[in-house]
């Protein structure tokens, strides 16, 4: 008998979108990839939960965890677990990050790792944890240091970190959000960029600390809002290289603070703004066209860990910024260049996990979530997949298993 085991991880907020509309576009396309790829274990991954102002948002993410543990969509998930970092009141501690975890019924026996007592418990009925989780045994949160990116006044930056245990298969499934780069014009300067090197640290000591002395290793996927941007200055020079550039200062400090790229000839057309907070470039097919797949090569954060995390080949376009306007769901905002925030990240024993499943069947999806409406500036992304619970042992059952972003 198979069984089926899905992780499923997905990019929510709910910005200036009307929220009532954001929330029932995004629930109706997760619902479609549940019903399209019917896991059995899935976990969703929120971060920024309940959009940038927080505390008015709270009652839409009260809806938003009722609809999705009582909806009809999901009547056949019989257990879950919900942890919401809603203490927002603590510049201490607070992340903004919501994690959510949903078994079928049909999965007779599924453990989850208490850190505290250091030993797994056999998961039963539906939870919801939220306000102050430090206390909460059954995951770890941290916030990042303020001196990580000190520039940030109050950042909600962190992660979250939960341990699985399905037919004798053991995993971490960890909920992350990096720092976001704070200005096209310092992004541009360097090659890599500054905010490059702060993502990389963050990252280096979150992998550090999951494969830490204090638990026993196991395999693990790290998704969420890792907000990995393309390589700025090599991008511009790419879709600007015979373009000639203006430099705009301000009159009282001298501080560059726009830069404008024309065509030399063409009656000198402008084929890019380049402002704190605008990335206005004259065609936006560049990003959408196959995907955005030319531009892939101007990925390179991800390439610092090439021994430690792994990733699937993306087919989808870049997952940030979109346009918040519900109308214009196909579109990116002329704030930042479009790059592959959202991610699903994993490591090389998982890895061999996801990949040992491959067979002349396609069983593994490596795809975004509602390519042509409005799901707030972020498309979710999500993976699905098979793996062999019990790696190595002959005669394992083959396990059904999906992620989403």
Not at 70 to 82: C, F, I, L, P, T
Not at 341 to 361: G, H, N, Q, T
Request: net charge neutral.
């Amino acid at each position: 008998m198979s069984y089926s085991f899905s992780l499923r991880v997905s990019f929510v907020s709910f910005p200036c979108c009307a929220p009532e509309n954001l929330q029932k576009n995004w629930l109706r396309e997760f619902y479609q990839v549940v019903h399209t790829h019917k896991p059995h274990f899935m976990a969703l991954h929120c971060q920024e939960f309940g959009g940038k102002n927080y505390e008015a948002s709270m009652s839409h993410v009260d809806k938003f965890v009722k609809e999705l543990l009582s909806s009809d969509a999901m009547k056949e998930y019989n257990r879950a677990r919900v942890y919401l970092d809603e203490n927002y009141k603590s510049q201490e501690h607070f992340t903004a990050l919501g994690s959510f975890y949903f078994l079928h019924e049909s999965l007779k026996n599924i453990y989850q790792f208490d850190f505290k007592a250091k030993k797994y418990k056999k998961v039963t009925g539906k939870e919801i944890y939220s306000d102050t989780l430090e206390s909460t045994p059954m995951l770890e949160k941290e916030k990042f240091p303020q001196d990580y990116f000190p520039e940030c006044k109050w950042s909600r930056k962190g992660f979250i970190r939960t341990r699985w245990c399905i037919a004798d298969c053991a995993f971490d499934l960890v909920n992350i959000h990096l720092f976001h780069d704070a200005s096209n014009l310092v992004a541009w300067e360097t090659s890599p960029s500054v905010y490059s090197g702060i993502r990389h640290k963050a990252l280096g000591y979150v992998l550090d600390r999951i494969i830490d002395q204090r638990f026993e290793k196991v395999s693990y996927f790290v998704f969420g809002d890792f907000n990995f941007r393309l390589d700025s200055k090599s991008v511009v020079e790419t879709l600007c290289t015979k373009a000639t550039m203006q430099t705009v200062r301000a009159a009282d400090t001298n501080e560059v603070v726009k830069l404008i790229f024309r065509e030399s000839d063409n009656d000198r057309k402008v084929m890019l703004q380049l402002e704190k907070k605008l990335f206005d470039y004259v065609d936006q097919e560049v990003f959408r066209d196959n995907n955005g797949t030319a531009l892939l090569e101007f990925d390179k954060e991800l390439s610092v860990f090439k021994d430690r995390l792994y990733e699937l080949d993306i087919s989808f376009p870049p997952s940030y910024p979109y346009s918040e306007d519900a109308r214009q769901g196909e579109q990116y905002m002329n704030t930042r260049c479009p790059a592959w925030c959202d991610r699903i990240l994993m490591s090389p024993s998982a890895k061999e996990l996801v990949l040992r499943s491959e067979s002349e069947e396609k069983v593994v999806t490596y795809d975004h979530i509602g390519p042509n409406v409005c799901m707030g500036d972020h498309k979710p992304v999500f993976l699905a997949f098979r793996i062999m619970p019990g790696a190595g042992k002959p005669h394992a059952h083959v396990h059904k298993c999906c992620v989403v972003q």
